[in-house]
């Protein structure tokens, strides 16, 4: 099994938030003599700039598109979700979450996403770390139960979100669950992985040969991804697409 390096609304999310000066790489240097450069992937996209899921490190960074001047519009307008970019940028890093980037000089688009994603995320309206987004095909459906009122939460449940490809009855639900043990009565076999830095539990059942969840406890919150009416050929045909939301994951957060 793959080791996953990993962390609804849909929507255009704030770009700037509450962030202290930016911080040079390295003292006395005039970093407008040099360009530093980040690889990752297309997270999610604002009026003034986007989310970029940083390839090395699996962290976010919010780059700013301002400083393009005229280029600005012509850069915003060829970005797409899931896409493979390269930024350049002169080094300074403002120290917030996400680290926000002010100063690039270009980005270079380095694969367009094929197949087209989807940006998904949900957060509680009571709990503010209590958030999950993921990027999946732009062709999957989803649907989201959500149980913000207390009184309305189901066996501790704050919310659930189903994604399923078309034309398939197979899916993949995410849960976040109250600081609970979740017993899984039928576990045959148990391997660990990590989600957005977070230690996993993969549990099959009935000696299946894929898995039927995944559980990450993150001190606050206990997170769930089960599979429902999912047999060996649904993952024959969908479970390198699980594999790939899997890797975009992010958990806790509402950035």
């Not at 094929?114 to 503010?128: G, H, N, S």
Request: net charge negative; with cysteine; proline share 2%.
């Amino acid at each position: 099994m793959k080791k996953w390096m990993i962390s609804l609304i849909l929507l255009s999310i704030a770009l700037f938030s509450g962030c202290s000066d930016a911080i040079e790489p390295e003292e006395n240097i005039d970093t407008t003599e040099y360009e530093y450069m980040l690889n990752g992937k297309i997270y999610s996209i604002g009026d003034n700039g986007f989310y970029l899921l940083e390839e090395e490190t699996n962290s976010l960074r919010d780059i700013s598109c301002n400083g393009l001047t005229d280029q600005k519009n012509v850069v915003m307008a060829n970005l797409s979700v899931g896409d493979s970019a390269c930024v350049t940028y002169n080094g300074e890093v403002a120290e917030c979450y996400p680290e926000r980037i002010d100063h690039i000089y270009s980005v270079e688009i380095l694969e367009k996403a094929d197949p087209a994603l989807q940006y998904i995320r949900y957060v509680t309206d009571d709990m503010t770390d209590n958030a999950i987004s993921f990027l999946m095909p732009a062709s999957w459906n989803y649907s989201i139960e959500s149980y913000d009122d207390p009184a309305a939460r189901l066996d501790t449940c704050y919310y659930c979100i189903t994604v399923m490809p078309q034309d398939s009855d197979g899916s993949l639900v995410f849960a976040a669950y109250m600081q609970t043990s979740i017993c899984d009565t039928e576990v045959t076999a148990t391997e660990e992985c990590t989600l957005d830095g977070y230690d996993a539990n993969v549990h099959y059942f009935n000696n299946e040969a894929n898995w039927g969840d995944i559980t990450i406890d993150t001190g606050d919150v206990t997170y769930m991804i089960y599979t429902q009416n999912i047999d060996d050929t649904w993952w024959e045909s969908y479970g390198n697409k699980v594999n790939d939301i899997l890797d975009t994951i992010m958990l806790c957060f509402a950035y």
